[in-house]
């Protein structure tokens, strides 16, 4: 069974997207965040699954996205690696050095456990949805209060409000 970045990480102490930045630190992955892909040095430890949600309709609802998993050797291998050269294969610095670098860019966790393209509801789309879901469940219990109770009472209330203005005239 494949290892995701995120479970790799767990084993070194840090998170997926740490993980990512050491593998890509020690040769096995090239590009950016949320754009990497495996070197020939990473193809022999891992492998990349293409999926699509095909299912028609908006584009919005057809994602496309890769997952690598990474296989047991992995781990033995990066800590080779990290053991014979403590600075990495790039320039020496840090994955944290980097990242104070760079300018912060956004991020999306390759590793299968969601990330930056999962849609984020804010609290008020989440009260709509809300209110509209309550509209649809109240509205077959509307009809019949509203015609066995409420027009009755209405009914009563303007018969004895007409005999009352009959009995009484108002002054002009």
């Known amino acids: 069974?494949?290892?995701s970045a995120r479970v790799l990480g767990e084993e070194f102490g840090r998170t997926a997207r740490e993980m990512n930045a050491l593998l890509k630190e020690y040769g096995y992955l090239d590009g950016n965040p949320?754009?990497?892909g495996l070197t020939e040095k990473g193809q022999q430890y891992a492998k990349e699954q293409y999926h699509s949600r095909g299912t028609g309709g908006y584009a919005q609802y057809n994602r496309n996205w890769e997952t690598r998993t990474w296989s047991e050797d992995t781990v033995a291998a990066l800590r080779a690696d990290m053991e014979a050269n403590p600075g990495g294969f790039g320039?020496?610095?840090s994955p944290a050095e980097e990242e104070a670098i760079l300018e912060p860019e956004?991020?999306?966790d390759d590793s299968g456990s969601g990330g930056d393209d999962d849609p984020q509801l804010s609290w008020?789309?989440?009260a709509i949805g809300g209110a509209v879901v309550g509209a649809i469940l109240i509205a077959p219990h509307?009809?019949?209060?509203w015609d066995n109770k409420v027009k009755p009472v209405a009914k009563k209330l303007r018969g004895r409000l007409a005999k009352q203005e009959a009995i009484e005239p108002t002054e002009s």
């Open 106 to 108: 956004p991020i999306v």
């Open 142 to 145: 509307v009809k019949p209060f």
């Open 124 to 126: 008020n789309e989440l």
């Open 91 to 93: 320039d020496g610095g």
């Open 1 to 3: 069974m494949g290892k």
């Open 34 to 36: 949320g754009a990497y």
